[in-house]
Structure formats: structure tokens, C-alpha cells
């Protein structure tokens, strides 16, 4: 079976007080046979945050990590420190991070190796551009950034289809154009890693992803749930978007 995910992605927003009575609100919503949580809040957030979710159904990740252990890379963290800080998930290879800061398929696939050799699991962003997809290339876009992914740790990793035209503007991809996409991601899983993999891998949907339309586009049949960006960052909207999720685990 795979027991839906939801993460909030909150982006370069928060703080310290903030995510203290976030985290503290989200947890008292959380409900028996809910989909497993991740909030991800910037770097700064992460100690207290772990501090706040410890004990709890939420699990903390951060936005990103490095691809080395330690090192001259001034301004970046690794895997291994957010590890020893009790986070447990990685986000890598965002549309952001692609965009503004020269992520590429190979720079994400290295931090996603380098998160999960420090025993945290990932999740991996893809998704295709506006103009890819007006010229019929989304599925062999993702079929290249998924190459990458061969050799990761199927039990460590979920991926995040992220059309980069539905990322924070508000306008989300259709239930079947997610699910057309998750469904191709899933026999490429399967060719990279494996049958078994494939089945129990969860593929995310995220963009624009609101309490509105979260049940619509969670009914898909290999849409096994979401990574949530603007609309984590209000409690009660992304309390909803996990109750939207809940109760609904797919046969593997
Ligand atoms: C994201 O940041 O991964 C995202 C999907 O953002 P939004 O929900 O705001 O589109």
C-alpha cells in the first residue's frame, strides 16, 4: 500500500514564532489514518521546529542539501547536519532551485545520493515548462530529469511532479493531465529500479495545490499526494489539503 504524503514547502517564508505555532496547531488537526506530514520551513526554522514536531506525526525536512559531507562550499549546508539535527527529509531539485540557482538533473541527483547516504529520504522535484508543454514535450522531459534517478534508494525517495507552469500561480495542472504524467513516472521507475519500486513509490502532485482542488486532483489513481507551496503557509489551508488526502492509500 502507499500511505499518502503531504509537505509543505514553505519556500523562504517563516518565523521562529511562526513556525512554533504552526507546527503546534498542525499537530493538534492531525487525526488517526491522516497521510503521513513533512513541513519543510528554511534552514534558520529547522532546530525549533524539530524541537516542536518531535514526538509527533509531523516530520521536519529542509529545502535542500549539499552534495559533499563537508567542504569549502560557503553558504551551503549538508546532508549529514541536517541529519544531526533530527530532520528526516530532503527536498531536491525544486523548479526554484533549477531556475535561480543552476540546479541541474546532475546536481540534483548528487544531493538526493548525498541525502539519502546520510540516512535522510527525499524528495525529488520534475516537471516541464510552459513552452514544453505547448510543444507536446512534457513526457520527454521527464523521462530525461528522471534518468537521474537510477541507483537511488527506492525506500528513501518520493518524487514531486511539478509542472513549473502550475508553481505558485495559481493555476494547477487538470486530474489527468497529473495523472497522465505520474503514470509515465511510474514505469519509468519501474524500468530504473525496479517493479516493486514502482508500486510503492509515491509520486506527489505539486502546483497551486489549494484546499479547493485538493480532492479532485488526490482521487488520481497514481497521485499518491502533494507538495504544497503557498498555501502551507496558512494552518488551517493546508490542514485541509491533508484532510482532503486522508483515508485514501493506494494498493501497491
Ligand atoms: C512548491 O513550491 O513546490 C509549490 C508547488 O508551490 P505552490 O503550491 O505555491 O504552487
Known sequence: MRHPL?????????TLDGVQRYLETLIGHLQP???????????????????????????????????????????????????????TWVVVGHSERRQYFGETDATAAARARAAQRAGLSCIFCLGELLTEREAGQTLAVLERQSAVLAGLDPTRLALAYEPVWAIGTGRNATPEQAQEAHTFLRQ?????????????????YGGSVKPENAAAILSQADVDGALVGGASLDVDAFSAIIHAASGSSRAG
Not at 503531504?6 to 517563516?14: E, Q, S, T, V
Open 6 to 14: 503531504i509537505a509543505a514547502n514553505w519556500k523562504m517564508f517563516g
Open 33 to 87: 489514518g491522516n497521510p503521513q506530514v513533512v513541513v519543510c520551513p528554511p534552514y534558520t526554522l529547522l532546530p525549533a521546529a524539530v524541537m516542536v514536531a518531535t514526538g509527533s506525526a509531523v516530520a521536519i525536512g529542509a529545502q535542500s542539501c549539499h552534495w559533499e559531507e563537508k567542504g569549502a562550499f560557503t553558504g551551503e549546508v549538508a546532508a549529514p547536519m541536517l541529519a544531526e539535527l533530527g530532520v
Open 188 to 204: 519509468r521507475i519501474a524500468s530504473l529500479l525496479g517493479s516493486d519500486a514502482a508500486a510503492g513509490l509515491r509520486i506527489l
